[in-house]
Nanobody, 123 residues
């Protein structure tokens, strides 16, 4: 049974950093694409970073140069390093997974989801 559990969210001032983690169980990173999404109140869920089997990554323009997705295959953990945070980064952040190579930032294209972790950035 696939399970994704996010952690690492919190409150930070603008310009600060946070590192989100997503503990994955029930599948192997080696065959899955994994992604980070976020959803702010009143807005649609937004895909921000993808890591595909083997390690290639894609980052959305909104976070490129500030956020970095990575994973540790030894313990099936996905990470999102977030630097230079802005108030507009405030959202509920989710990790997601799908059992094939994905280039998609659409939430409809991901099968498994975590429960989310809240990130709040104050100005």
């Amino acid at each position: 049974q696939v399970q994704l559990v996010e952690s690492g969210g919190g409150s930070v001032q603008a310009g600060g950093s946070l590192r989100l983690s997503c503990a994955a169980s029930g599948f192997s990173h080696s065959r899955y694409s994994m992604a980070w999404f976020r959803q702010a109140p009143g807005k649609e869920r937004e895909g921000i970073a993808i890591i595909r089997p083997g390690g290639p990554t894609t980052h959305a323009d909104s976070v490129k140069g500030r956020f970095t997705i990575s994973k540790d295959n030894t313990d099936n953990t996905l990470f999102l390093q977030m630097n230079s945070l802005k108030p507009e980064d405030t959202a509920l952040y989710y990790c997601a997974a799908v059992p094939w190579v994905s280039y998609s930032f659409s939430s409809n294209d991901y099968t498994y989801w975590g429960q989310g972790t809240q990130v709040t950035v104050s100005s």
